[in-house]
């Protein structure tokens, strides 16, 4: 475990926590689809303008057509399901809901990437983690059966993110980081295209709907992928996929203080257990091993 995995921790905590700030609010004016496809499309080109900065524009055409489908598992599906969700719960609520893509890349992970399994420290990690979303989950939808529906569609977008990251994690050891996440929006992009087409608005988004797009497409989407693979490639799908327990937290905060949604006394309480699920999860807090009982002579 090296300096860099907290860090990129936290930093993608703050990116992605706001995300659920600008999808909330743009989603006040723009459909999820077109929200989505604006998205996509101006992180691909903020991507595409760094690869030709890095001289790596090539590397999008040696990119394996599966870099390009990741972005259906990776972005397609779940920003769309996100964004639909959010028309029906709160922001806050979203990201507890997120929270769930650790259990999904375990459960994964025990057909498909053994070597990926959790186990001691990391497994007890995982569970806590989940008791302080449990305990999160007081602050729950007040939104009936629709609000029900938009935190399953969120768990749903969970288990597509699991899928991407044990996935991703494959396809990164052939492939750069920086060209496998233009890749995989480029492919996000053509596969949300009919939906953003079908869904676009009959008139001009206010201001504060294209800032906050802006905002989420280069914050919360380019810069946030870049990181992201680069915290898959050194500590693979299951501590990467740790960074969603810290959500709650900072998107209940932004939440909070730029949206009046209620922050509840519950949160606290989670906020300790994620913390502490996150720490044993990634290994920088261990549980102590029982001693080795004296053999009999």
């Not at 860099?4 to 706001?18: D, I, N, Q, T």
């Not at 953003?196 to 906050?212: D, K, L, N, Q, R």
């Amino acid at each position: 475990m090296t300096r860099a995995y907290l860090p990129l921790m936290l930093a993608l905590s703050f990116l992605w926590g706001a995300s659920y700030l600008f999808i909330k609010v743009a989603g006040r004016e723009l459909q999820p689809g077109t929200m989505m496809l604006a998205r996509v499309v101006i992180a691909a080109a903020v991507l595409v303008g760094f690869l030709a900065w890095r001289g790596e524009l090539g590397g999008l055409r040696r990119a394996p057509i599966g870099a390009y489908a990741l972005g259906l598992l990776n972005s397609a599906i779940p920003f769309t399901l996100i964004a639909w969700g959010e028309r029906h719960i709160d922001s806050g609520v979203a990201a507890i809901a997120n929270a769930s893509v650790p259990i999904f890349v375990a459960l994964l992970a025990i057909p498909f990437r053994p070597d990926e399994r959790s186990t001691g420290s990391r497994a007890a990690g995982i569970l806590l983690g989940l008791v302080g979303v449990g305990v999160l989950t007081g602050a729950s939808p007040d939104g009936g059966w629709w609000g029900v529906a938009g935190t399953l569609a969120v768990v749903v977008a969970s288990l597509s993110y699991a899928a991407a990251g044990l996935w991703g994690q494959s396809l990164i050891r052939g492939v750069s980081g920086p060209v496998l996440s233009t890749a995989a929006l480029i492919g996000a992009a053509v596969a949300i295209l009919p939906l953003g087409v079908v869904e676009a608005p009959h008139e001009t988004p206010s201001w504060t709907a294209i800032a906050c797009v802006l905002a989420l497409a280069v914050l919360g989407t380019a810069i946030a992928q870049l990181l992201w693979f680069r915290l898959l490639r050194g500590y693979g799908s299951a501590r990467s996929s740790l960074v969603t327990y810290l959500l709650p937290v900072t998107a209940l905060a932004y939440g909070s203080v730029f949206l009046d949604e209620p922050l509840h006394a519950s949160a606290l309480a989670g906020l300790a257990l994620i913390l502490g699920g996150v720490a044993l999860g990634s290994g920088v807090v261990r549980l102590p091993r029982r001693a080795a009982l004296p053999q009999t002579p």
